[in-house]
């Protein structure tokens, strides 16, 4: 069975400071995908990066970057020089292959806040 | 860009009422989905939907609930008889068939209110 596990609840962080959010998953799926989206406090859900299981290179987008490595199955996100709209709720989110749909699973979510 | 829009954005019910929640996918995409968030609680994958079937679904999906692509454009979720416990935001996502995997767009939601 899948899971994933943010173990992080809540996270405050000065404007300006790097913030690391993790992200721990379950699979038996040797192919499998891992997401990250971001909530913002209007509700939505945006869509910042997938990973396939198969592609371990880390991943760097202005500001974000995700350290993806799979011997401790972990897929973390990192904001560097955090921002008060980076302020959220990021989910980190499976689907796995073996399931045609590719349904999505979701963690619980970490909740940033970014203090000016 | 194209994106799922869904309607309403609020909708306020009686227990017991039925709603019908409307979502309009992105127009090349074939895989549909809704999933639901408990306010302040992650979000649930609740069914997907491909080739007019459901494709899979969770627990939370049970006969009170079901799917339906009425024409080419809309897809619905409908609740039987909710229950104060329906209460949630619903999401509706779409992606397209993939050859390799092709991420999920997720519309906007509606907050269903069970009074």
């Known amino acids: 069975a899948q899971k994933v596990t943010q173990a992080q609840t809540e996270i405050s962080v000065v404007e300006k400071e790097d913030v690391t959010l993790d992200c721990v998953y379950e699979?038996?799926?040797?192919?499998?995908?891992l997401f990250w989206y971001k909530q913002p406090p209007s509700g939505e859900l945006v869509f910042l990066i997938r990973?396939?299981?198969?592609?371990?290179q880390n991943e760097i987008s202005g500001r974000y970057s995700w350290n993806f490595q799979k011997s401790t199955s972990s897929f973390n996100f990192t904001i560097t020089a955090s921002q008060v709209v980076d302020s959220a709720v990021y989910f980190c989110?499976?689907?796995?292959?073996?399931?045609?749909?590719?349904?999505?699973?979701f963690g619980t979510g970490t909740r940033l806040t970014v203090i000016p | 860009e194209p994106e799922v829009t869904q309607t309403p954005s609020h909708q306020v019910t009686q227990m017991g009422q039925e709603v019908i929640l409307r979502c309009v996918p992105i127009?090349?995409?074939?895989?549909f989905y809704w999933y639901r968030q408990i306010l302040g609680q992650k979000v649930e994958f609740l069914v997907s939907?491909?080739?007019?079937?459901?494709?899979?679904k969770s627990e939370i999906f049970d006969d009170q609930f079901s799917v339906e692509r009425p024409d080419g454009s809309n897809f619905t979720l409908k609740i039987r008889s909710t229950k104060l416990e329906d209460s949630a935001m619903y999401f509706c996502a779409s992606r397209e068939v993939p050859k390799g995997y092709n991420e999920q767009f997720f519309g906007p939601g509606t907050r269903l209110t069970v009074l």
């Open positions: 939907f491909y080739n007019n079937e459901i494709s899979e």
């Open positions: 989110a499976l689907s796995e292959a073996r399931t045609g749909a590719n349904n999505l699973f």
């Open positions: 127009s090349n995409h074939l895989y």
């Open positions: 699979t038996r799926d040797t192919t499998y995908y």
């Open positions: 990973r396939n299981s198969f592609d371990e």
